[in-house]
């Protein structure tokens, strides 16, 4: 089974626990609302299919799943947890490296997938993103706004990013295309 850490479910789970309507609760599981009830520690392991129906509850209900909202939020979440947690993952003036760090990141939060960086040169790089769901489109938007905010830390200007490979749409894994300016 795979798993999540409480450190990436908890946002949701408040999201979730504060709504009085309940707008949430269609797209959620006995097991899921049972799980979100409960105190979420950061450090402990929770199913990967909470967390991936919290998200997509809420990619549903608050974003209308609008891949440009969610990637927002990705920018975001990666500014709040790398200037806090995570800061060892930015390095000044050093995009590429800072993109290879994640591969390490990633095994912090998922007990599954892989990010792998292809340098591409010195401003630009590819993000291989296997093992994930396929089809589960969110979890890409929302690493794509990660990555985007996390070279921009790093001190790059002028970030592009575009998908050059999706699983979703039946490729083998899903890629990222990132450049920018230093």
């Not at 309940?22 to 006995?30: E, M, W």
């Not at 105190?39 to 609008?66: D, G, H, K, M, Q």
């Not at 920018?75 to 947690?85: D, N, P, Q, T």
């Amino acid at each position: 089974m795979a798993r999540v850490k409480g450190t990436i479910l908890i946002d949701f789970v408040k999201v979730i626990r504060s709504d009085g309507k309940n707008q949430f609760d269609r797209h959620l599981t006995v097991q899921d609302k049972k799980i979100i009830t409960e105190r979420i520690l950061p450090s402990a392991w929770y199913p990967y299919e909470t967390y991936r129906n919290c998200f997509a509850a809420i990619a549903a209900v608050v974003a209308n799943n609008n891949p440009q909202t969610i990637r927002q939020w990705g920018r975001l979440y990666s500014e709040a947890i790398i200037s806090g947690v995570y800061k060892g993952l930015i390095k000044e003036g050093a995009p590429i490296q800072s993109l290879e760090k994640y591969a390490t990141h990633v095994h912090n939060l998922f007990d599954f997938g892989e990010l792998l960086t292809v340098p591409l040169s010195a401003s630009g790089a590819e993000v291989v993103m296997k093992g994930f769901e396929a089809d589960f489109q969110p979890q890409y938007h929302m690493m794509r706004g990660w990555l985007e905010r996390s070279v921009e830390l790093c001190g790059a200007r002028d970030i592009k990013s575009d998908f050059v490979m999706k699983s979703w749409d039946g490729a083998p894994e899903t890629r990222l295309a990132l450049g920018w300016r230093l």
